[in-house]
């Protein structure tokens, strides 16, 4: 089975904050070199669990498998 619920950060929005990075008790989240969250365990994600979009505070994260089709 397919996994596809990760998430996709827009980086356009992300300001770094890494509010994400320190809810995320399942380690999904790694850092890039200039700080922001980088998503490095996409298979640790929980599916549908959605909390670090619910602490992002500019709205900069989606998930894939979220999309309509
Ligand atoms: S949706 Fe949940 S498990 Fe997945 S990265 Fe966000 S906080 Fe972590
Ligand atoms: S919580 Fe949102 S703005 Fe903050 S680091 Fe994560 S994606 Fe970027």
């Known amino acids: 089975m397919a996994r596809n619920w990760y998430p996709v950060i827009d980086y356009e929005k992300c300001t770094g904050c890494l509010t994400c990075f320190n809810f ?3 380690g999904v989240y790694g850092l890039r ?3 922001k969250p980088l998503v ?3 298979d640790n994600c929980v599916e549908m669990c959605g909390g670090c ?3 992002c505070p500019t709205g900069a994260i989606r998930y894939n498998g979220d999309i309509a089709e």
């Open 40 to 42: 490095v365990n996409p």
């Open 33 to 35: 070199e200039d700080g």
């Open 53 to 55: 979009q619910k602490v």
């Open 24 to 26: 995320c008790p399942h």
